[in-house]
């Protein structure tokens, strides 16, 4: 299972990427993955379904979030807060090293500047 040890090796060796603050990781300026503890209105509007521990919050395009929430509720959520917003909320501890570097490298593809992930040899 993952550790914020993971994300932030993953995260810092795709190109343009920097930490901008505590856990929080932009891509040219923009964000692209962040620690993202639940707040008094997540807890409330989750109840007894609010997951504990560390959360990581990425953001993907909305059909990517809807495609995982739907495969995999035990890792991926969402709040009332990130509705129809092109974010993903994910308990850190549930998802496999490979997982995560698939999402993080699918967030950084949308994220990225076109010329940077040309550079990269990607599309």
């Given at each position: 299972?993952?550790?914020?040890?993971?994300?932030?090796?993953?995260?810092?060796?795709?190109?343009?990427?920097?930490?901008?603050?505590?856990?929080?990781?932009?891509?040219?300026?923009?964000?692209?993955?962040?620690?993202r503890p639940?707040?008094?209105?997540?807890?409330?509007?989750?109840?007894?379904?609010?997951?504990?521990?560390?959360?990581?919050?990425?953001?993907?395009?909305?059909?990517?979030?809807?495609?995982?929430?739907?495969?995999?509720?035990?890792?991926?959520?969402?709040t009332?807060?990130f509705?129809?917003?092109?974010?993903i909320?994910?308990?850190?501890?549930?998802?496999?090293?490979?997982?995560?570097?698939?999402l993080l490298?699918?967030?950084?593809?949308?994220?990225?500047?076109?010329?940077?992930?040309?550079?990269?040899?990607?599309?």
């Amino acid at each position: 299972m993952a550790t914020w040890a993971d994300v932030t090796r993953i995260v810092t060796a795709l190109p343009g990427v920097e930490a901008t603050a505590a856990r929080t990781w932009k891509v040219k300026g923009k964000l692209l993955a962040w620690e993202r503890p639940l707040r008094k209105a997540d807890l409330e509007a989750l109840g007894a379904a609010a997951p504990r521990g560390a959360i990581l919050g990425v953001h993907l395009p909305l059909d990517a979030k809807d495609m995982l929430l739907d495969a995999a509720p035990t890792i991926y959520f969402t709040t009332p807060h990130f509705d129809g917003y092109p974010a993903i909320l994910l308990r850190l501890a549930t998802i496999r090293v490979p997982a995560l570097r698939d999402l993080l490298e699918e967030a950084w593809r949308a994220r990225a500047p076109r010329r940077l992930v040309a550079q990269r040899g990607e599309r």
